[in-house]
């Protein structure tokens, strides 16, 4: 099992270009969270979908969008970056069966100039 | 809305030592769950403990252990026998099941540990 995915590690942006973060899990969970971690404000989240083809958003969503065509798969988008979406990423994923613990993948780290 | 407070933005602590965490939370809910998560150098998040509001019993896991006190609100973190590899960012979270459905999770915004040979 790889457990959570996250493609790619690092890059870096323009502003005004696009982007989409990949996310994979292979335990077959429901829920999937997107979540941004920037200096001194811990975890925050964007997105997160409790299934496939659903999506909702979190507690910082402007400038994201989501997609979860497949259960395996959560993509983040980026559709014109700004300087203020430098962050390092998260992708998580978690079993509504299983209700303690969120599972997460190694971080993007994305920078914006 | 639920809080979660870590007010020690960095600590230090000798190899073997014994060091504690703080973390205070703010919530008007009942049944939850607490957890404190390790951040290494490496940036992956790992589940080092968690606690549920429903036990009384503090959760212990090898040299990790917990002091809960709920009425107080107050979740913190022992790490006894420090061990260079203990070195990371430690998150304290709060979570409870939302009605949608999905776990809801406030992070606090964490400790720096540096643990020195």
């Known amino acids: 099992n790889a457990g959570v995915t996250q493609t790619p590690k690092f890059r870096v942006l323009k502003t005004g270009q696009s982007m989409t973060l990949l996310c994979a899990q292979d335990?077959?969970?429901?829920?999937m969270y997107w979540y941004r971690q920037d200096p001194g404000m811990g975890l925050r989240l964007i997105h997160y979908?409790?299934?496939?083809?659903?999506?909702a958003k979190g507690e910082v969503p402007d400038g994201y969008n989501v997609s979860r065509l497949k259960k395996q798969n959560f993509l983040l988008g980026l559709e014109s970056a700004a300087p203020s979406q430098t962050s390092v990423y998260f992708c998580?994923?978690?079993?509504?069966?299983?209700?303690?613990?969120?599972?997460f993948g190694p971080g993007t780290r994305l920078t914006v100039t | 809305a639920q809080t979660v407070t870590q007010s020690q933005p960095e600590m230090s602590v000798q190899e073997a030592e014994t060091v504690t965490l703080s973390c205070t939370y703010d919530?008007?809910?009942?049944?939850?769950?607490l957890f404190w998560y390790k951040q290494p150098p490496s940036r992956q998040m790992i589940l080092v403990i968690r606690?549920?509001?429903?036990?009384?019993q503090n959760a212990t896991e090898n040299r990790f252990s917990v002091n809960f006190q709920k009425a107080a609100k107050s979740f913190s973190l022992k790490i006894s026998d420090s061990q260079l590899g203990d070195t990371a960012m430690y998150f304290c979270?709060?979570?409870?099941?939302?009605?949608?459905?999905?776990?809801?999770?406030?992070f606090g915004t964490g400790t720096k540990l540096q643990v020195i040979p």
């Open positions: 998580a994923s978690s079993d509504p069966g299983q209700i303690y613990e969120q599972y």
């Open positions: 335990m077959n969970h429901e829920y």
């Open positions: 979908s409790v299934g496939e083809g659903t999506t």
């Open positions: 919530t008007s809910e009942n049944n939850y769950y």
């Open positions: 606690q549920e509001a429903y036990k009384q």
């Open positions: 979270a709060f979570m409870k099941r939302h009605s949608g459905g999905y776990q809801k999770v406030t």
